[in-house]
Protein backbone atom coordinates (compact mmCIF):
# COMPACT_ATOMS: atom_id res chain seq x y z
CA UNK A 1 0.00 0.00 0.00
CA UNK A 2 1.26 3.26 -1.20
CA UNK A 3 2.06 5.62 2.75
CA UNK A 4 -0.53 8.22 1.37
CA UNK A 5 -3.50 6.11 0.81
CA UNK A 6 -5.62 3.27 1.48
CA UNK A 7 -5.37 -0.28 0.09
CA UNK A 8 -5.53 -1.29 -3.76
CA UNK A 9 -4.69 1.65 -6.25
CA UNK A 10 -7.28 0.41 -8.33
CA UNK A 11 -9.84 0.91 -6.48
CA UNK A 12 -9.14 4.61 -5.00
CA UNK A 13 -11.68 7.04 -6.48
CA UNK A 14 -12.83 10.30 -6.42
CA UNK A 15 -15.77 11.59 -3.34
CA UNK A 16 -18.85 10.27 -5.41
CA UNK A 17 -21.14 12.85 -6.68
CA UNK A 18 -23.71 12.37 -4.33
CA UNK A 19 -21.29 12.87 -1.04
CA UNK A 20 -19.70 15.96 -2.61
CA UNK A 21 -22.78 18.32 -2.42
CA UNK A 22 -22.97 16.90 1.02
CA UNK A 23 -19.15 17.57 1.72
CA UNK A 24 -19.84 20.85 0.00
CA UNK A 25 -22.77 22.15 2.03
CA UNK A 26 -21.03 21.01 5.45
CA UNK A 27 -17.59 21.82 5.04
CA UNK A 28 -16.64 23.34 1.76
CA UNK A 29 -14.11 22.29 -0.50
CA UNK A 30 -10.63 22.45 -0.83
CA UNK A 31 -8.22 20.39 -3.03
CA UNK A 32 -5.36 19.14 -0.89
CA UNK A 33 -3.50 17.04 -3.32
CA UNK A 34 -0.58 15.28 -1.43
CA UNK A 35 2.84 15.54 -1.91
CA UNK A 36 4.37 13.44 -5.04
CA UNK A 37 6.71 10.71 -4.57
CA UNK A 38 7.80 11.54 -1.77
CA UNK A 39 11.47 11.35 -0.87
CA UNK A 40 12.66 8.49 1.84
CA UNK A 41 15.56 9.27 3.88
CA UNK A 42 18.78 7.63 2.27
CA UNK A 43 19.43 4.12 4.24
CA UNK A 44 21.69 4.74 6.78
CA UNK A 45 22.69 0.64 7.43
CA UNK A 46 26.10 -0.10 8.22
CA UNK A 47 27.09 -1.97 4.62
CA UNK A 48 28.28 -4.74 6.75
CA UNK A 49 25.42 -5.18 9.11
CA UNK A 50 23.67 -5.55 5.64
CA UNK A 51 25.76 -8.20 4.51
CA UNK A 52 25.83 -9.99 7.23
CA UNK A 53 21.83 -10.15 7.33
CA UNK A 54 22.30 -10.64 3.53
CA UNK A 55 23.97 -14.01 4.39
CA UNK A 56 21.40 -15.17 6.98
CA UNK A 57 18.28 -14.44 4.69
CA UNK A 58 19.62 -14.35 0.86
CA UNK A 59 20.50 -11.11 -0.98
CA UNK A 60 16.84 -10.90 -2.57
CA UNK A 61 15.15 -11.33 1.12
CA UNK A 62 17.23 -7.82 2.33
CA UNK A 63 16.05 -4.62 0.55
CA UNK A 64 17.12 -1.26 1.21
CA UNK A 65 15.48 0.35 -1.92
CA UNK A 66 13.83 3.34 -1.78
CA UNK A 67 10.23 2.08 -2.74
CA UNK A 68 10.13 -1.00 -0.81
CA UNK A 69 10.89 1.03 2.35
CA UNK A 70 8.26 3.76 1.11
CA UNK A 71 5.99 1.18 1.74
CA UNK A 72 6.96 -0.25 5.08
CA UNK A 73 6.37 3.17 6.57
CA UNK A 74 4.66 3.64 9.48
CA UNK A 75 0.52 2.21 9.06
CA UNK A 76 -2.77 3.61 8.05
CA UNK A 77 -4.15 6.32 11.11
CA UNK A 78 -4.92 9.67 9.66
CA UNK A 79 -1.94 11.17 11.51
CA UNK A 80 0.38 8.82 9.08
CA UNK A 81 -1.56 9.53 6.10
CA UNK A 82 -1.24 13.21 6.49
CA UNK A 83 2.25 13.19 7.23
CA UNK A 84 3.11 11.04 4.32
CA UNK A 85 0.43 13.37 2.39
CA UNK A 86 3.17 15.87 3.82
CA UNK A 87 5.93 14.67 2.04
CA UNK A 88 7.83 13.24 5.67
CA UNK A 89 8.18 10.02 5.62
CA UNK A 90 11.87 10.52 7.96
CA UNK A 91 11.09 7.46 9.83
CA UNK A 92 11.13 5.14 7.06
CA UNK A 93 13.18 1.85 7.76
CA UNK A 94 16.82 1.32 6.90
CA UNK A 95 15.57 -1.76 5.62
CA UNK A 96 13.12 -4.13 5.21
CA UNK A 97 14.31 -8.08 5.79
CA UNK A 98 11.71 -11.03 5.01
CA UNK A 99 12.27 -14.48 6.89
CA UNK A 100 10.84 -17.28 4.99
CA UNK A 101 9.83 -19.10 8.81
CA UNK A 102 10.63 -19.45 12.83
CA UNK A 103 14.29 -19.77 12.20
CA UNK A 104 15.30 -17.06 10.20
CA UNK A 105 13.36 -15.08 12.49
CA UNK A 106 15.14 -16.14 15.37
CA UNK A 107 18.48 -15.91 13.34
CA UNK A 108 18.06 -12.21 12.37
CA UNK A 109 16.76 -11.15 15.83
CA UNK A 110 20.00 -12.36 17.48
CA UNK A 111 21.98 -10.61 14.87
CA UNK A 112 19.87 -7.17 15.60
CA UNK A 113 20.57 -7.68 19.64
CA UNK A 114 24.42 -8.54 18.82
CA UNK A 115 24.62 -5.08 16.60
CA UNK A 116 22.02 -3.15 18.55
CA UNK A 117 19.62 -2.87 15.30
CA UNK A 118 15.99 -2.22 16.16
CA UNK A 119 13.08 -4.51 14.45
CA UNK A 120 9.66 -3.34 13.91
CA UNK A 121 7.47 -6.89 12.96
CA UNK A 122 5.25 -5.73 9.67
CA UNK A 123 2.29 -7.89 9.24
CA UNK A 124 -0.23 -5.50 6.78
CA UNK A 125 0.91 -2.35 7.62
CA UNK A 126 -2.73 -1.41 9.03
CA UNK A 127 -2.04 -0.04 12.23
CA UNK A 128 -3.87 3.06 13.59
CA UNK A 129 -1.77 3.37 16.57
CA UNK A 130 1.24 4.34 15.78
CA UNK A 131 2.36 0.44 16.24
CA UNK A 132 5.09 0.77 13.15
CA UNK A 133 6.33 3.95 14.00
CA UNK A 134 10.08 2.75 14.65
CA UNK A 135 12.32 4.90 16.77
CA UNK A 136 12.88 8.75 15.89
CA UNK A 137 14.70 9.69 13.06
CA UNK A 138 17.58 10.39 15.19
CA UNK A 139 17.49 6.41 15.29
CA UNK A 140 18.00 6.74 19.23
CA UNK A 141 21.20 5.17 19.83
CA UNK A 142 20.27 2.52 17.33
CA UNK A 143 22.62 1.45 14.68
CA UNK A 144 19.23 0.87 12.62
CA UNK A 145 15.79 0.05 11.92
CA UNK A 146 14.90 -3.38 10.24
CA UNK A 147 11.09 -3.41 8.94
CA UNK A 148 10.90 -7.24 9.92
CA UNK A 149 7.96 -8.29 7.00
CA UNK A 150 6.28 -11.33 7.38
CA UNK A 151 5.25 -11.31 3.70
CA UNK A 152 6.85 -14.43 2.95
CA UNK A 153 5.64 -16.39 6.10
CA UNK A 154 1.96 -17.49 4.33
CA UNK A 155 1.39 -20.78 5.26
CA UNK A 156 -1.54 -23.04 6.65
CA UNK A 157 0.61 -25.39 8.77
CA UNK A 158 -1.82 -27.77 10.04
CA UNK A 159 -5.43 -28.47 9.77
CA UNK A 160 -7.20 -30.70 12.94
CA UNK A 161 -10.39 -31.30 11.85
CA UNK A 162 -11.67 -33.14 14.62
CA UNK A 163 -10.76 -30.58 17.53
CA UNK A 164 -11.68 -27.75 14.47
CA UNK A 165 -8.10 -25.60 14.58
CA UNK A 166 -5.92 -24.76 12.40
CA UNK A 167 -2.19 -23.39 12.42
CA UNK A 168 -1.34 -20.29 10.36
CA UNK A 169 1.73 -18.56 9.81
CA UNK A 170 1.43 -14.92 10.50
CA UNK A 171 2.06 -13.22 7.38
CA UNK A 172 -1.34 -14.81 5.59
CA UNK A 173 -3.28 -11.54 4.94
CA UNK A 174 -7.17 -12.28 6.00
CA UNK A 175 -8.00 -12.99 2.43
CA UNK A 176 -5.22 -15.57 1.90
CA UNK A 177 -6.05 -17.30 5.18
CA UNK A 178 -9.66 -17.18 4.37
CA UNK A 179 -9.06 -19.36 0.75
CA UNK A 180 -6.76 -21.57 2.23
CA UNK A 181 -9.34 -22.58 4.91
CA UNK A 182 -12.17 -22.31 2.78
CA UNK A 183 -10.23 -26.00 0.95
CA UNK A 184 -10.84 -27.58 3.66
CA UNK A 185 -14.84 -26.39 3.98
CA UNK A 186 -13.84 -24.18 7.02
CA UNK A 187 -13.33 -20.45 8.05
CA UNK A 188 -11.98 -18.24 11.15
CA UNK A 189 -15.01 -15.98 10.67
CA UNK A 190 -12.51 -12.69 11.53
CA UNK A 191 -13.75 -9.93 9.05
CA UNK A 192 -12.14 -6.47 10.11
CA UNK A 193 -13.10 -3.59 7.80
CA UNK A 194 -9.05 -3.61 7.43
CA UNK A 195 -9.83 -7.78 6.32
CA UNK A 196 -8.60 -7.44 3.06
CA UNK A 197 -4.93 -6.62 3.64
CA UNK A 198 -3.98 -6.91 7.63
CA UNK A 199 -2.83 -10.15 8.63
CA UNK A 200 -2.90 -13.30 10.64
CA UNK A 201 0.57 -12.14 13.21
CA UNK A 202 -1.22 -8.60 13.11
CA UNK A 203 -4.98 -9.43 14.43
CA UNK A 204 -2.59 -11.39 17.29
CA UNK A 205 -0.44 -8.84 17.93
CA UNK A 206 -2.84 -6.23 18.08
CA UNK A 207 -6.00 -8.70 19.29
CA UNK A 208 -8.68 -7.33 16.68
CA UNK A 209 -12.13 -7.62 16.77
CA UNK A 210 -13.65 -8.34 13.34
CA UNK A 211 -17.28 -6.93 11.97
CA UNK A 212 -18.45 -10.39 12.89
CA UNK A 213 -17.65 -10.83 16.25
CA UNK A 214 -20.91 -11.44 18.08
CA UNK A 215 -20.64 -14.85 16.48
CA UNK A 216 -16.97 -15.71 15.79
CA UNK A 217 -15.80 -13.92 18.85
CA UNK A 218 -12.29 -11.50 18.98
CA UNK A 219 -9.18 -12.67 17.01
CA UNK A 220 -7.66 -13.07 21.18
CA UNK A 221 -10.84 -15.70 21.46
CA UNK A 222 -10.37 -17.73 18.92
CA UNK A 223 -6.15 -18.48 19.30
CA UNK A 224 -5.85 -21.36 21.37
CA UNK A 225 -1.82 -21.46 20.73
CA UNK A 226 0.98 -19.71 19.37
CA UNK A 227 4.73 -19.83 18.48
CA UNK A 228 6.98 -16.66 19.12
CA UNK A 229 10.50 -15.80 18.69
CA UNK A 230 12.10 -13.79 21.71
CA UNK A 231 15.76 -12.44 21.99
CA UNK A 232 15.58 -14.66 24.84
CA UNK A 233 14.43 -17.58 23.05
CA UNK A 234 11.32 -19.41 21.83
CA UNK A 235 7.89 -19.61 23.51
CA UNK A 236 5.40 -22.30 22.51
CA UNK A 237 2.13 -21.80 24.04
CA UNK A 238 -1.09 -23.47 23.86
CA UNK A 239 -1.39 -27.18 24.82
CA UNK A 240 -4.63 -27.84 25.42
CA UNK A 241 -8.06 -26.25 24.99
CA UNK A 242 -8.37 -24.65 28.63
CA UNK A 243 -5.91 -24.94 31.66
CA UNK A 244 -5.48 -23.62 34.53
CA UNK A 245 -1.45 -24.12 34.60
CA UNK A 246 -0.65 -20.62 36.11
CA UNK A 247 -1.59 -17.16 34.12
CA UNK A 248 -2.26 -17.70 30.34
CA UNK A 249 0.84 -16.73 29.03
CA UNK A 250 -0.75 -16.36 25.56
CA UNK A 251 -2.20 -13.38 26.50
CA UNK A 252 1.19 -11.97 27.47
CA UNK A 253 1.82 -11.84 23.48
CA UNK A 254 -1.54 -11.83 22.27
CA UNK A 255 -2.00 -8.12 22.29
CA UNK A 256 2.12 -7.40 22.26
CA UNK A 257 2.23 -5.35 19.35
CA UNK A 258 5.66 -6.85 18.75
CA UNK A 259 7.35 -5.34 21.68
CA UNK A 260 7.68 -8.89 23.29
CA UNK A 261 8.25 -11.47 20.71
CA UNK A 262 7.68 -12.21 17.30
CA UNK A 263 4.59 -14.46 16.56
CA UNK A 264 5.81 -17.55 13.88
CA UNK A 265 2.62 -19.01 14.24
CA UNK A 266 -1.09 -18.99 15.62
CA UNK A 267 -3.46 -22.07 16.36
CA UNK A 268 -6.96 -20.47 15.90
CA UNK A 269 -10.32 -22.22 16.08
CA UNK A 270 -12.45 -22.57 12.54
CA UNK A 271 -15.66 -22.87 12.47
CA UNK A 272 -17.42 -24.54 9.48
CA UNK A 273 -18.16 -22.22 6.22
CA UNK A 274 -21.68 -21.31 6.25
CA UNK A 275 -23.79 -22.65 4.36
CA UNK A 276 -26.75 -19.50 4.56
CA UNK A 277 -26.20 -15.94 5.35
CA UNK A 278 -28.73 -13.54 5.92
CA UNK A 279 -28.05 -10.11 7.16
CA UNK A 280 -31.37 -7.78 7.76
CA UNK A 281 -31.75 -3.64 8.90
CA UNK A 282 -33.81 -3.11 11.90
CA UNK A 283 -34.92 0.64 12.81
CA UNK A 284 -34.95 1.76 16.05
CA UNK A 285 -36.43 5.69 17.03
CA UNK A 286 -33.67 6.05 19.19
CA UNK A 287 -29.61 5.07 20.07
CA UNK A 288 -31.10 4.15 23.58
CA UNK A 289 -33.97 1.92 22.47
CA UNK A 290 -31.23 -0.28 19.69
CA UNK A 291 -28.90 -0.38 22.73
CA UNK A 292 -31.15 -1.95 24.80
CA UNK A 293 -32.42 -4.30 22.08
CA UNK A 294 -29.02 -5.21 21.97
CA UNK A 295 -27.76 -6.07 25.58
CA UNK A 296 -31.86 -8.16 25.78
CA UNK A 297 -30.23 -10.32 22.59
CA UNK A 298 -26.84 -10.72 24.19
CA UNK A 299 -28.05 -11.41 27.90
CA UNK A 300 -30.78 -14.09 26.54
CA UNK A 301 -27.75 -15.79 24.66
CA UNK A 302 -29.77 -14.82 20.86
CA UNK A 303 -26.60 -13.36 19.77
CA UNK A 304 -25.99 -13.08 15.83
CA UNK A 305 -22.94 -13.51 13.89
CA UNK A 306 -23.06 -9.79 13.24
CA UNK A 307 -24.79 -6.97 15.35
CA UNK A 308 -24.38 -3.21 14.86
CA UNK A 309 -26.22 -0.39 15.75
CA UNK A 310 -25.71 3.58 14.38
CA UNK A 311 -26.47 6.17 16.31
CA UNK A 312 -28.86 8.98 14.96
CA UNK A 313 -26.03 11.19 13.04
CA UNK A 314 -24.45 8.11 11.31
CA UNK A 315 -27.85 6.55 10.43
CA UNK A 316 -28.43 10.00 8.42
CA UNK A 317 -25.09 10.28 7.08
CA UNK A 318 -24.88 6.95 5.72
CA UNK A 319 -28.86 7.38 4.10
CA UNK A 320 -27.28 10.29 3.31
CA UNK A 321 -28.66 10.77 -0.27
CA UNK A 322 -30.28 14.14 -0.04
CA UNK A 323 -33.56 13.73 -1.02
CA UNK A 324 -33.90 11.02 2.24
CA UNK A 325 -32.68 13.40 4.94
CA UNK A 326 -35.60 13.95 7.38
CA UNK A 327 -37.97 11.29 5.99
CA UNK A 328 -37.42 7.46 6.75
CA UNK A 329 -33.56 8.54 7.86
CA UNK A 330 -34.82 9.33 11.13
CA UNK A 331 -33.92 7.30 13.40
CA UNK A 332 -31.38 4.45 14.27
CA UNK A 333 -30.25 1.75 11.91
CA UNK A 334 -29.30 -1.77 13.38
CA UNK A 335 -27.66 -4.42 11.31
CA UNK A 336 -28.37 -8.23 12.39
CA UNK A 337 -26.67 -10.70 10.29
CA UNK A 338 -26.79 -14.37 10.86
CA UNK A 339 -24.31 -17.06 9.27
CA UNK A 340 -24.72 -21.46 9.38
CA UNK A 341 -26.70 -23.77 8.42
CA UNK A 342 -30.36 -23.18 6.49
CA UNK A 343 -31.75 -24.44 9.53
CA UNK A 344 -30.11 -22.60 12.14
CA UNK A 345 -30.14 -19.34 10.13
CA UNK A 346 -33.95 -19.78 9.72
CA UNK A 347 -34.60 -20.87 13.49
CA UNK A 348 -32.25 -17.88 14.94
CA UNK A 349 -33.61 -15.40 12.69
CA UNK A 350 -37.37 -16.17 13.87
CA UNK A 351 -35.71 -16.47 17.18
CA UNK A 352 -34.06 -12.28 17.31
CA UNK A 353 -36.61 -10.95 14.89
CA UNK A 354 -39.29 -12.26 17.87
CA UNK A 355 -37.45 -10.24 20.38
CA UNK A 356 -36.35 -7.11 18.51
CA UNK A 357 -40.26 -6.69 17.65
CA UNK A 358 -41.17 -7.32 20.60
CA UNK A 359 -39.13 -4.29 22.15
CA UNK A 360 -40.28 -1.97 19.30
CA UNK A 361 -38.24 -2.20 16.48
CA UNK A 362 -39.02 -2.09 12.73
CA UNK A 363 -38.10 -4.85 10.45
CA UNK A 364 -36.38 -3.35 7.44
CA UNK A 365 -35.68 -6.34 5.69
CA UNK A 366 -32.52 -7.76 3.83
CA UNK A 367 -32.04 -4.30 1.78
CA UNK A 368 -30.02 -2.52 4.56
CA UNK A 369 -27.89 -5.95 5.23
CA UNK A 370 -26.82 -6.33 1.62
CA UNK A 371 -26.16 -2.79 1.15
CA UNK A 372 -23.98 -3.14 4.68
CA UNK A 373 -22.62 -6.38 2.85
CA UNK A 374 -21.28 -4.50 -0.44
CA UNK A 375 -19.83 -1.62 1.45
CA UNK A 376 -18.56 -2.92 4.82
CA UNK A 377 -14.71 -2.40 2.70
CA UNK A 378 -15.05 0.83 1.29
CA UNK A 379 -15.30 3.14 3.65
CA UNK A 380 -11.09 3.74 4.40
CA UNK A 381 -11.08 4.50 0.30
CA UNK A 382 -13.62 7.25 1.24
CA UNK A 383 -10.88 8.34 3.61
CA UNK A 384 -8.56 9.40 0.98
CA UNK A 385 -11.51 11.02 -1.09
CA UNK A 386 -12.26 13.22 1.92
CA UNK A 387 -8.62 13.96 2.64
CA UNK A 388 -8.00 15.04 -0.56
CA UNK A 389 -11.28 17.81 -0.55
CA UNK A 390 -9.72 19.07 2.92
CA UNK A 391 -11.97 17.42 5.40
CA UNK A 392 -10.06 16.12 8.01
CA UNK A 393 -11.54 12.34 9.19
CA UNK A 394 -10.37 9.85 11.51
CA UNK A 395 -11.41 7.18 13.61
CA UNK A 396 -11.59 6.41 17.72
CA UNK A 397 -13.19 3.04 19.68
CA UNK A 398 -13.49 2.25 23.15
CA UNK A 399 -15.52 -0.25 25.03
CA UNK A 400 -17.52 0.33 28.33
CA UNK A 401 -20.37 -1.93 30.26
CA UNK A 402 -23.83 -1.44 29.29
CA UNK A 403 -24.53 0.50 32.53
CA UNK A 404 -22.24 2.85 31.91
CA UNK A 405 -22.86 2.98 27.17
CA UNK A 406 -25.12 5.72 27.34
CA UNK A 407 -22.47 8.71 29.36
CA UNK A 408 -19.42 7.48 27.17
CA UNK A 409 -21.42 8.08 24.03
CA UNK A 410 -22.28 11.43 25.16
CA UNK A 411 -18.82 12.82 26.64
CA UNK A 412 -16.90 11.45 23.69
CA UNK A 413 -18.87 12.96 21.30
CA UNK A 414 -19.22 15.72 23.33
CA UNK A 415 -15.29 15.95 23.40
CA UNK A 416 -14.77 15.21 19.82
CA UNK A 417 -17.38 18.52 19.03
CA UNK A 418 -16.08 21.00 21.12
CA UNK A 419 -12.74 20.09 20.10
CA UNK A 420 -13.59 20.02 16.66
CA UNK A 421 -16.29 22.90 16.24
CA UNK A 422 -18.67 22.30 13.16
CA UNK A 423 -17.74 18.72 12.95
CA UNK A 424 -19.84 15.65 12.27
CA UNK A 425 -19.48 13.05 14.79
CA UNK A 426 -21.27 9.80 14.18
CA UNK A 427 -21.03 6.64 16.10
CA UNK A 428 -21.95 2.83 16.51
CA UNK A 429 -22.27 -0.03 18.49
CA UNK A 430 -19.55 -2.58 16.63
CA UNK A 431 -19.10 -5.05 18.86
CA UNK A 432 -21.37 -6.79 21.69
CA UNK A 433 -20.92 -8.47 24.95
CA UNK A 434 -23.15 -9.75 27.85
CA UNK A 435 -22.28 -7.58 29.87
CA UNK A 436 -20.98 -4.10 27.47
CA UNK A 437 -20.40 -2.71 24.31
CA UNK A 438 -17.61 -1.27 22.18
CA UNK A 439 -18.36 2.15 20.72
CA UNK A 440 -16.34 3.21 17.52
CA UNK A 441 -16.50 6.77 16.54
CA UNK A 442 -16.32 8.88 13.45
CA UNK A 443 -14.90 12.17 13.10
CA UNK A 444 -15.10 14.46 10.04
CA UNK A 445 -14.64 18.40 10.06
CA UNK A 446 -13.24 20.96 7.74
CA UNK A 447 -9.06 20.55 8.13
CA UNK A 448 -7.56 23.71 9.09
CA UNK A 449 -3.73 25.29 7.82
CA UNK A 450 -2.25 22.02 10.38
CA UNK A 451 -4.63 18.86 10.69
CA UNK A 452 -2.19 17.04 12.53
CA UNK A 453 -2.09 19.52 15.25
CA UNK A 454 -5.85 20.06 14.92
CA UNK A 455 -6.29 15.88 15.42
CA UNK A 456 -3.67 15.77 17.90
CA UNK A 457 -5.95 18.00 20.42
CA UNK A 458 -8.96 16.31 19.24
CA UNK A 459 -7.71 13.10 19.95
CA UNK A 460 -6.72 13.95 23.64
CA UNK A 461 -9.80 15.57 24.23
CA UNK A 462 -11.97 12.54 23.36
CA UNK A 463 -9.21 10.38 25.21
CA UNK A 464 -9.58 11.79 28.26
CA UNK A 465 -13.11 11.66 28.15
CA UNK A 466 -13.15 8.22 27.65
CA UNK A 467 -11.19 7.32 30.64
CA UNK A 468 -12.79 9.86 32.58
CA UNK A 469 -15.93 8.07 31.78
CA UNK A 470 -14.58 4.69 33.54
CA UNK A 471 -14.35 3.31 29.39
CA UNK A 472 -10.84 2.24 27.92
CA UNK A 473 -8.84 3.82 26.03
CA UNK A 474 -9.07 0.65 23.23
CA UNK A 475 -11.50 -2.00 22.43
CA UNK A 476 -9.59 -3.07 19.10
CA UNK A 477 -6.84 -0.64 17.58
CA UNK A 478 -4.46 -1.18 20.42
CA UNK A 479 -1.87 0.95 21.87
CA UNK A 480 0.49 1.30 19.42
CA UNK A 481 2.58 4.88 20.96
CA UNK A 482 -0.67 6.94 20.52
CA UNK A 483 -2.23 5.50 23.38
CA UNK A 484 0.42 4.51 25.71
CA UNK A 485 -0.36 7.80 27.91
CA UNK A 486 -3.78 6.87 28.39
CA UNK A 487 -2.35 3.20 29.03
CA UNK A 488 -0.36 3.98 31.94
CA UNK A 489 -3.48 5.59 33.24
CA UNK A 490 -6.23 2.59 32.74
CA UNK A 491 -3.36 -0.01 34.39
CA UNK A 492 -1.97 1.85 36.97
CA UNK A 493 1.69 2.04 38.08
CA UNK A 494 2.13 -1.32 39.18
CA UNK A 495 0.29 -2.35 35.71
CA UNK A 496 3.44 -0.53 33.91
CA UNK A 497 5.68 -1.91 36.24
CA UNK A 498 4.71 -5.63 35.24
CA UNK A 499 4.69 -4.49 31.64
CA UNK A 500 8.13 -3.23 31.83
CA UNK A 501 9.27 -7.09 33.90
CA UNK A 502 8.44 -8.69 30.96
CA UNK A 503 9.75 -6.53 28.11
CA UNK A 504 12.63 -6.75 30.13
CA UNK A 505 12.78 -10.43 30.72
CA UNK A 506 12.00 -11.21 27.28
CA UNK A 507 13.83 -8.25 25.19
CA UNK A 508 16.58 -7.46 27.38
CA UNK A 509 18.81 -5.01 25.17
CA UNK A 510 14.94 -3.48 23.77
CA UNK A 511 15.30 -4.17 20.28
CA UNK A 512 11.83 -5.32 19.46
CA UNK A 513 9.49 -2.35 18.55
CA UNK A 514 10.94 0.02 20.56
CA UNK A 515 8.57 2.84 21.74
CA UNK A 516 5.55 0.92 21.12
CA UNK A 517 3.38 -0.28 23.90
CA UNK A 518 5.30 -0.26 27.27
CA UNK A 519 4.55 2.62 28.77
C1 LIG B 1 -9.21 1.31 7.51
C2 LIG B 1 -8.90 0.48 8.71
C3 LIG B 1 -9.88 -0.31 9.27
C4 LIG B 1 -9.59 -1.07 10.41
N1 LIG B 1 -10.57 -1.85 10.92
C5 LIG B 1 -10.31 -2.61 12.01
C6 LIG B 1 -11.31 -3.46 12.56
O1 LIG B 1 -12.44 -3.54 12.06
N2 LIG B 1 -10.99 -4.20 13.64
C7 LIG B 1 -9.74 -4.16 14.19
O2 LIG B 1 -9.49 -4.87 15.16
N3 LIG B 1 -8.78 -3.35 13.69
C8 LIG B 1 -9.03 -2.59 12.63
N4 LIG B 1 -8.05 -1.78 12.11
C9 LIG B 1 -6.73 -1.76 12.73
C10 LIG B 1 -5.74 -2.79 12.13
O3 LIG B 1 -6.18 -3.23 10.89
C11 LIG B 1 -5.59 -3.96 13.07
O4 LIG B 1 -4.88 -3.53 14.21
C12 LIG B 1 -4.87 -5.17 12.47
O5 LIG B 1 -4.98 -6.24 13.39
C13 LIG B 1 -3.42 -4.94 12.18
O6 LIG B 1 -2.95 -6.04 11.42
P1 LIG B 1 -1.72 -5.86 10.42
O7 LIG B 1 -1.38 -7.20 9.89
O8 LIG B 1 -1.97 -4.80 9.44
O9 LIG B 1 -0.59 -5.43 11.44
P2 LIG B 1 0.52 -4.28 11.32
O10 LIG B 1 -0.13 -2.98 11.09
O11 LIG B 1 1.53 -4.72 10.31
O12 LIG B 1 1.11 -4.37 12.75
C14 LIG B 1 0.36 -4.00 13.88
C15 LIG B 1 1.23 -4.15 15.13
O13 LIG B 1 1.51 -5.52 15.37
C16 LIG B 1 2.88 -5.80 15.24
N5 LIG B 1 2.98 -7.07 14.52
C17 LIG B 1 2.52 -7.34 13.27
N6 LIG B 1 2.74 -8.64 12.99
C18 LIG B 1 3.35 -9.19 14.07
C19 LIG B 1 3.85 -10.50 14.40
N7 LIG B 1 3.76 -11.51 13.55
N8 LIG B 1 4.43 -10.68 15.61
C20 LIG B 1 4.53 -9.68 16.49
N9 LIG B 1 4.10 -8.43 16.24
C21 LIG B 1 3.51 -8.19 15.04
C22 LIG B 1 3.48 -4.62 14.52
O14 LIG B 1 4.84 -4.41 14.84
C23 LIG B 1 2.59 -3.48 14.98
O15 LIG B 1 2.99 -3.01 16.24
C24 LIG B 1 -8.30 -1.01 10.97
C25 LIG B 1 -7.32 -0.23 10.39
C26 LIG B 1 -7.60 0.51 9.26
C27 LIG B 1 -6.53 1.33 8.64
Known amino acids: MHPQRWGDPARATALPDSARGLVELAFGLEERPAVTDPVVPPSALDPALLAGLRDLLGEEHVLVDDEVRRVRTRGKS ?15 PDAVVRPGGHDDVVAVLAHAVEHHLAV ?14 GPASTRDGYAGVLSLDLVRMKRLLAVDPVSMTATLEPGLRGPEAEALLAGHGLTLGHFPQSFEHASIGGF ?23 TAATPSGELTLGSSPANAAGPDLRQLLLGSEGAFGVITSVTVRVRRLPEVVRYDGWRWPSFADGATAMRTLAQAGLMPTVLRLSDETETAVNL ?19 EGTAEQVRTRHAAVATVLAGLGGTDLGEGPGRAWVRGRFDAPYLRDSLLDVGVLVETLETATFWSNLERVHRDVTRALADALPGALVLCHVSHVYETGASLYFTVAAKADADPLAQWQAAKVAASDAML ?10 AVGTDHKPWLAREIGPVGVQALRAVKASLDPTGVLNPGVLVP
Open 320 to 338: ADPDRIGTDAAGCLMIVGH
Open 120 to 133: VPFGGGTCVTGGLA
Open 204 to 226: AATRSSGQSSAGYGRFDAMVVGL
Open 78 to 92: TPDLLRARAGDLADA
Open 468 to 477: DAGATITHHH
